[in-house]
């Protein structure tokens, strides 16, 4: 069957068709071979093939290319625990290729594309005389084991990165987990985990406390007051909507609630 490119129309009404259409449109965008065709029947997608970008060879054969001289890269997930191999690319220039989004995204360095099961396998050749390292990434079904530099120079580092977050009341401080691919005058980032988040305010929103001695009540702006709220032993009540405290001194946590809000007593 001869290939053809297929633009498609965005459908924002069922998530799975939007899925489908919109990979589908990306890779026409970018230059790509539909070997089915693609149609929408009562509100699903029927005939759809993952495809291959256009740029990319049938063969190593056909691309010219002798498999001494190309390396490997390649994605595999199985079983329930979210298992996977990853292998990543770092070329001389500092760029990383993924298999995972290799897919999606042109690179004239990548020679051949195979893709199987829905993405579940993920096969991308790369010419080795680009590459400066190959990073294996692995999850077992014990746990992430890390990452292994497989082929090439460098070393595999790990730094902690806080980053800050304003909002209009708080700043929320986050501090990240960074494994580094280094190498000479290159480093790449591969990997984050978000290990800590902190959070302080930095203005006073305004709230309304009304009540007495038997039931303090506290409604407005306290979104970012919740966790003060709760340790002067205010309660959230769904239902009415507002902040309660029963058999607590009016006057005395009116006086706390002015060290981190705006208070207006009804």
Same mark, same amino acid.
């Given at each position: 069957?001869?290939?053809?490119?297929?633009?498609?129309?965005?459908?924002?009404?069922?998530?799975?068709?939007?899925?489908?259409?919109?990979?589908?449109?990306?890779?026409?965008?970018?230059?790509?071979?539909?070997?089915?065709?693609?149609?929408?029947?009562?509100?699903?997608?029927?005939?759809?093939?993952?495809?291959?970008?256009?740029?990319?060879?049938?063969?190593?054969?056909?691309?010219?290319?002798?498999?001494?001289?190309?390396?490997?890269?390649?994605?595999?997930?199985?079983?329930?625990?979210?298992?996977?191999?990853?292998?990543?690319?770092?070329?001389?220039?500092?760029?990383?290729? =993924?298999? #995972?989004?290799? +897919?999606?995204?042109?690179?004239?360095?990548? /020679? *051949?594309?195979?893709? %199987? &099961?829905? !993405?579940? @396998?993920?096969?991308?050749?790369?010419?080795?005389?680009?590459?400066?390292?190959?990073?294996?990434?692995?999850?077992?079904?014990?746990?992430?084991?890390?990452?292994?530099?497989?082929?090439?120079?460098?070393?595999?580092?790990?730094?902690?990165?806080?980053?800050?977050?304003?909002?209009?009341?708080?700043?929320?401080?986050?501090?990240?987990?960074?494994?580094?691919?280094?190498?000479?005058?290159?480093?790449?980032?591969?990997?984050?985990?978000?290990?800590?988040?902190?959070?302080?305010?930095?203005?006073?929103?305004?709230?309304?406390?009304?009540? =007495?001695? #038997?039931?303090? +009540?506290?409604?407005?702006?306290?979104?970012? /007051? *919740?966790?003060?709220? %709760? &340790?002067? !032993?205010? @309660?959230?009540?769904?239902?009415?909507?507002?902040?309660?405290?029963?058999?607590?001194?009016?006057?005395?946590?009116?006086?706390?609630?002015?060290?981190?809000?705006?208070?207006?007593?009804?």
């Amino acid at each position: 069957m001869s290939s053809r490119v297929v633009v498609l129309p965005w459908v924002p009404y069922d998530r799975r068709v939007h899925i489908v259409l919109m990979r589908a449109y990306m890779r026409e965008s970018m230059g790509a071979r539909v070997s089915k065709n693609v149609s929408v029947v009562d509100g699903g997608a029927r005939g759809f093939e993952d495809v291959t970008p256009a740029h990319v060879p049938n063969s190593l054969e056909s691309a010219g290319e002798n498999q001494e001289d190309i390396i490997e890269i390649k994605y595999s997930t199985w079983g329930t625990h979210g298992q996977f191999i990853r292998t990543l690319a770092v070329l001389k220039n500092g760029e990383v290729i =993924d298999p #995972k989004t290799a +897919i999606w995204a042109y690179h004239d360095k990548i /020679i *051949k594309i195979e893709e %199987k &099961s829905s !993405g579940k @396998k993920i096969n991308v050749y790369i010419k080795k005389g680009d590459v400066l390292a190959v990073i294996e990434e692995y999850k077992s079904s014990s746990g992430w084991k890390g990452f292994t530099i497989i082929y090439g120079d460098g070393e595999i580092n790990v730094d902690f990165v806080t980053e800050t977050n304003v909002t209009k009341y708080k700043a929320y401080h986050i501090t990240y987990k960074v494994y580094y691919y280094v190498n000479k005058n290159i480093k790449v980032e591969l990997k984050r985990e978000r290990v800590e988040i902190s959070s302080e305010l930095i203005g006073k929103p305004k709230i309304h406390v009304s009540g =007495d001695d #038997k039931k303090v +009540i506290v409604t407005g702006d306290t979104f970012h /007051i *919740k966790e003060q709220l %709760k &340790s002067l !032993g205010f @309660k959230w009540e769904p239902l009415q909507k507002y902040w309660c405290a029963k058999n607590i001194n009016f006057a005395e946590v009116v006086k706390k609630l002015q060290e981190f809000a705006e208070v207006e007593e009804a």
